[in-house]
């Protein structure tokens, strides 16, 4: 190469790197606002306590592919009692022209036929134990005869309930299975309002359903909950997500999903979830005892607002005044009065009225704790020795005789003039149905005339005849002056 082409070579690298350089400087001065916002910076270093989720992407479709299969659709059956058909009645005036008609024929009749019609429900679940413990909400499996989980592969099992707590609105299943995918558990305590969540379960029957949303809230207190502080979220939860878990950012499970607040039953931005940590702590009481036990102080309390704080020396409002003291209760042994405002249990400050029943809730009945008080404007500390809240019943399914059986009946033999009215000899009327039968389609008010070709008079007949059965019966069923032939398969 000659010194004339070594130069002109030199030159033109030198124009091209001034070239791309200047290019370089004022492209990057030109970057957008949504382009820098996309550029990859190092973020500020916080402790674990201040930032207990780091992200700068939430992938919810990872979340849905590795936990998704834990989470499972639970079907319910169950009888309609005369209670429930009593609801069903309309509340109306007696001067309306229809109240009659009602009160005559509606739902209140102890013999309306459709006393002990199957009913069927939905909700959600999620496995917390790869030997088959199931968590959900108890008012899912409340008054259930028959509960089936079905799991993502399509397996379907009967579920045992091994009990529930109405007040915290938590039920705890078992199947019988083993290495099932579990979820993992997550701290609500560290989640901040504004960060990102995902619900899973079942809305309307939609199995598997995820929806996204964010925290909204923390420690909601509901009418007629007192007793959990629930996470509200604006994730959409409808009918049938019920039981179903709450996912952070990490994939952890922090609430249970569990109400809605809607005028129209269907989601409109406010759903809650019961935190995953009073979950467990039931949970754990449910399968070491079978009932949850609650600490109790035996007050009446309300909400300290602007002005009763002024009136009570307060500087600002805080705390729970009490505007009641049952005698005999533990709060009356203690000396507390009417007045007082509880400020502190043990070492929690109380903020709000709806944290005393929630902290008390949690002591150990027995066991003595300080109250702070506030009391004519001056501190007093009392010591009370907690008492325990009445427990509510705790049962799993109920094995009446209708659940004992293989076939899932309970009948009666007809009587005389009952036959005669129907023109048929011998007869079983079935009262309740259950599992098998319900399944089959046998209906409240059928009468049994054989099985198997048997002729049936009385419940002894129609068991021997099950039990020296196969795993499959015909029944000969009259129903509305028609007979049919129903094929059973035996539990």
């Known amino acids: 190469m000659n010194r004339k082409n070594l130069i002109n070579g030199i030159f033109a690298a030198v124009l091209v790197a001034a070239f791309v350089g200047a290019y370089m400087h004022f492209a990057s001065r030109s970057i957008s606002p949504v382009h820098a916002a996309m550029v990859a910076r190092p973020a500020p270093e ?10 700068s992407v939430v992938d919810f479709a990872e ?9 499972v659709n639970i079907s ?10 009593a609801d069903a009645m309309p509340q109306l005036n007696p001067d309306d022209p229809l109240f009659e008609f009602f009160h005559r024929f509606g739902p209140k009749s102890p013999h309306n036929p459709h006393k002990g019609q199957i009913v069927r429900g939905q909700g959600s679940g999620f496995i917390l134990s790869d030997d088959g413990v199931i968590l959900t909400n108890a008012h899912v499996v409340d008054g259930a005869q028959e509960v089936t989980v079905k799991l993502t592969d399509r397996r379907e099992f009967r579920a045992k309930v091994i009990g529930k707590d109405m007040p915290s609105d938590i039920a705890v299943l078992r199947i019988a299975a083993t290495n099932l995918p579990t979820v993992r558990i997550g701290d609500p305590g560290v989640a901040r309002v504004g960060e990102p969540v995902l619900a899973i379960g079942a809305p309307f029957g939609f199995e598997n359903s995820a929806s ?21 979220t604006d994730v959409a939860v409808n009918p049938g997500n019920s039981g179903g878990p ?5 994939g952890e499970v922090i609430g249970v999903n569990s109400q809605i607040y809607s005028e129209t039953g269907g989601y409109e931005g406010l759903s809650f979830a019961i935190p995953i940590d009073v979950a467990i702590k039931v949970k754990d009481q449910l399968l070491r005892h079978g009932k949850v036990t609650r600490g109790r102080l035996g007050v009446m309390i309300q909400e300290v607002n602007q002005a009763l704080a002024e009136s009570f020396g307060l500087k600002h409002p805080r705390g729970a005044l009490v505007s009641g003291v049952e005698k005999s209760s533990p709060a009356e ?17 109380i903020g709000d009225s709806s944290e005393l029943p929630v902290l008390v809730a949690e002591l150990k009945p027995g066991s003595p704790v300080s109250l702070g008080i506030i009391r004519k404007a001056e501190p007093v500390t009392l010591t009370i020795t907690v008492g325990e809240m009445k427990p509510e019943r ?7 005789g209708a659940q004992k059986g293989r076939m899932g009946l309970a009948v009666r033999p007809l009587e005389r003039g009952e036959q005669r009215q129907i023109g048929v000899s011998g007869g079983l009327l079935v009262e309740e149905v259950s599992g098998p039968a319900a399944r089959a389609g046998i209906q409240v008010g059928d009468v049994v005339l054989s099985i198997n070709g048997v002729p049936v008079s009385n419940a002894e007949q129609l068991r021997s005849v099950a039990e020296k059965s196969g795993r499959h019966v015909a029944l000969l069923v009259l129903r509305d002056s028609s007979q049919l032939f129903i094929p059973l398969t035996l539990g």
């Open 46 to 55: 916080r402790s674990a306590a201040s930032a207990p989720v780091a992200y």
């Open 63 to 71: 979340i849905v592919e590795r936990d998704g299969p834990a989470v």
């Open 76 to 85: 319910v059956s169950s009888r309609l009692r005369d209670e429930d058909l």
């Open 212 to 232: 996204s949303g964010i925290i909204s809230a923390k420690s909601r207190t509901l009418p007629e909950d007192n007793y959990v502080p629930f996470i509200q």
């Open 246 to 250: 709450l996912f952070n950012a990490r």
């Open 333 to 349: 042994r203690a000396g507390i009065r009417i007045g007082d405002i509880i400020v502190r249990v043990g070492d929690k400050d």
């Open 394 to 400: 705790v049962a799993g399914v109920q094995e009446d």
